[in-house]
Structures are given as structure tokens and as C-alpha cells.
């Protein structure tokens, strides 16, 4: 029983590279999500996917994009890495939105 | 905007005794708070929730509270272990912003148990 898997668990970047961070659960969700943590705040959301088709803007979501591949799947992309991105990023997914989130490992980013 | 809000960042508690971590929230239209417990180097776990239209809700050695009317949530652990070592956040959802419901995190609380 996986949950929510994310891949890679640590990554190392130069400024303006790009990569994909990948997220799948296997719990037939409907709604995804990706958040940020940075120490001395709570997770922030970037961006959602109340359902497979759709994403939608979090709180902050300048320098990413998503991409809801099928209902398992729910990759973030930054096209063009800056150091104010370093950060841990969590996938979560639900069966009810506002409501009880499973998250992922996280996967810990540098960008230097 | 809406947020949420913990009163201490820190809190040392003896291994046997009972921990309360306190949390306060602004949104009133808000009717599900959640309570999650993250480890070191782990994703946070869910602990436990409560809807608006409870005051209190137990689960094992975890017991949540809601006051609404002075808006504030706590959760109490019993006979607190080393194993209850973490950071702990609350989180309400924000229901009646007019937005897609989303659960908005507060900045954490760090639980330390000292033997």
C-alpha cells in the first residue's frame, strides 16, 4: 500500500535548469495537490487538481507548472530554477477537497 | 487574509505527562480542522480531525478540542513518548472564501519529549 509516492527524494540544481518532479497515488483520489515548506512556515500550496483535467493556482505559484497526467498522476515543473525556490516539496492527494490531505515523503530541492 | 496561527513554537514536555499544543484560527465560516504530526525528514501524518459541529473528538492517547467561540483548537496527547517528538500543525479549510475549499496550514508547533 504506497499512497502517495514522490520522485526523486533529493535534488541539486543550477540556476536556470529545469526539472520535473513526479508524483502518483494509488488511492483513486480525485483532488491533488503540491506544497512548499520552508522553515518557519506552513505548507503553502503552489498549485491543485480538484480533478483529472483541471489544475488550478495555489498560493504561490510563480516559476512552476503542473501537469495532471491521469488521475494517478501529478507532476511540477520549474522551467527555469532560482535559489528562492530551494525548499521541500510535498504532493498530497484526497477524496474530498478542504478535507483530510495524504501526503508524500517530499522531495528536499537545492537550487544554487 | 484568513489564517492560522500556533501560540507556541516550542514546546518541551517530560516523557509520561501530557502534552497541549495549542492553535488559534481567524476563519469562522471554517467547519473541518485537521491536526498532522510530522518527523524528521518525513511528510506530515494525519492525527486527527474534528467538524464545527463537534466540541471534541478522541482518538488513541490524542484528544482534539474546538472552542469556537474564541476560535481555538487544540490537540492534548496522553502519557506523552519519545516517539511523540515532531512538529505538529493544524489546519482548517477555509469554507465560505468564495474559492475551491483547500486546507490552509499553520506554521507548526515543535514537540519535544524529554526523559
Known amino acids: 500500500n504506497a499512497g502517495v509516492t514522490q520522485t526523486p527524494k533529493f535534488q541539486v540544481l543550477k540556476t536556470g535548469q529545469s526539472m520535473t518532479l513526479q508524483c502518483a497515488q494509488d488511492m483513486n483520489h480525485n483532488s491533488m495537490y503540491w506544497y512548499r515548506q520552508d522553515p518557519g512556515m506552513g505548507l503553502r500550496l503552489i498549485y491543485y487538481s480538484a480533478s483529472e483535467g483541471t489544475t488550478d493556482k495555489g498560493e504561490v505559484p510563480n516559476g512552476y507548472n503542473v501537469s495532471r497526467l491521469n488521475k494517478r498522476e501529478f507532476s511540477l515543473r520549474l522551467e527555469s530554477a532560482a535559489p528562492s525556490q530551494t525548499s521541500v516539496y510535498f504532493c498530497?492527494?484526497?477524496?474530498?477537497?478542504?478535507?483530510?490531505?495524504?501526503f508524500g515523503s517530499g522531495t528536499q530541492l537545492s537550487v544554487l | 487574509g484568513e489564517s492560522v496561527g500556533l501560540h507556541l513554537p516550542t514546546l518541551s514536555v517530560q516523557e509520561g505527562d501530557n502534552s497541549i499544543i495549542n492553535c488559534a484560527y481567524s476563519?469562522?465560516?471554517?467547519?473541518?480542522f485537521i491536526w498532522y504530526k510530522q518527523e524528521s525528514g518525513k511528510g506530515p501524518q494525519f492525527i486527527i480531525d474534528?467538524?464545527?459541529?463537534?466540541d471534541k473528538r478522541q482518538g488513541q492517547r490524542v484528544t482534539v478540542l474546538l472552542n469556537k467561540t474564541v476560535k481555538h483548537l487544540s490537540l492534548q496527547i496522553a502519557a506523552t513518548q519519545p516517539g511523540d517528538s515532531a512538529v505538529y500543525f493544524c489546519a482548517e479549510n477555509g469554507r465560505g472564501t468564495g474559492t475551491a475549499s483547500k486546507l490552509t496550514f499553520g506554521t507548526g508547533t515543535r514537540l519535544q519529549v524529554t526523559l
Open positions: 498530497a492527494s484526497t477524496s474530498l477537497m478542504g478535507e483530510k490531505l495524504f
Open positions: 476563519n469562522s465560516a471554517s467547519d473541518y
Open positions: 474534528i467538524r464545527s459541529n463537534m
